[in-house]
């Protein structure tokens, strides 16, 4: 079983619609969790931290489930410019982080 | 200040050959994380050098071997490349104790004919 599991997408919404993305992960002992957005042919960059509470920057919405092992990513009002793909990571423990596979999302005018 | 920079952007080479990419982590930084990220997929992590030394390894085969500086500049060895090597290399630096903040460079990608 994959450490990190993501939603397949490809997600294509309009402009102004919300969208959400879902992660899995194996390790019930995981300690740390992020979102990661990744520009075509880009470097992925930090969107967001995951924490037990939830958490919230602006039109992104962030979840955390413990008891399933569950993560999301809400994006309110999508605007052209969220077009990427969204990564779901996960550290278990120590030093090595687990990246999903990545969900794409295209916002159309 | 200078984010994590990579050398050099793009490579090609063929099967058998040997390839080292290289990696100048942010300023303050002191700690280097490899991965690569085949297309299609998420980073897959390889290796983390902090202190000169390798600290934590990934499922990689030891053909991937890797370098830090006193520097904390760092260097990744891939031995006897296959086609599956062909790959975006990235390198992550995080600042010391705060292992969960990775900044990212802009890569290296790798063709192996």
């Known amino acids: 079983r994959k450490e990190v599991e993501q939603d397949p997408g490809p997600f294509n919404v309009p402009e102004g619609a919300t969208v959400a993305f879902n992660c899995t992960y194996s390790?019930?002992?995981?300690?740390?969790f992020f979102w990661y957005r990744q520009d075509c042919r880009k470097e992925p960059k930090l969107l967001m931290s995951?924490?037990?509470s939830g958490n919230e920057d602006g039109r992104f919405t962030a979840q955390l489930n413990r008891a399933s092992q569950y993560i999301s990513l809400l994006i309110r009002d999508s605007k052209l410019s969220d077009s990427a793909t969204y990564l779901c990571?996960?550290?278990?423990?120590?030093?090595?982080?687990?990246f999903g596979t990545g969900t794409s999302l295209t916002v159309i005018p | 200040d200078a984010g994590v920079t990579q050398s050099p952007t793009h490579l090609i080479k063929t099967r058998g050959q040997q390839v080292t990419l290289r990696c100048s982590p942010k300023?303050?930084?002191?700690?280097v994380s490899w991965y690569q990220q085949a297309l299609g997929q998420g980073p897959q992590f390889i290796f983390q050098?902090?202190?000169?030394?390798?600290?934590q390894r990934g499922n990689f085969p030891d053909r991937f071997s890797g370098h830090q500086f006193p520097n904390y500049s760092s260097e990744l060895n891939v031995n006897a490349l296959l086609l599956g090597d062909s790959a975006l290399y990235l390198c992550?630096?995080?600042?010391?104790?705060?292992?969960?903040?990775?900044?990212f460079g802009p890569g290296t990608r790798l063709t192996v004919l």
């Open positions: 300023s303050g930084h002191d700690t």
């Open positions: 995951v924490y037990s």
């Open positions: 390790n019930s002992a995981s300690q740390s």
């Open positions: 050098y902090y202190e000169e030394e390798e600290r």
């Open positions: 990571v996960v550290n278990p423990a120590g030093n090595q982080f687990y």
């Open positions: 992550a630096s995080s600042p010391t104790g705060w292992t969960d903040t990775q900044y």
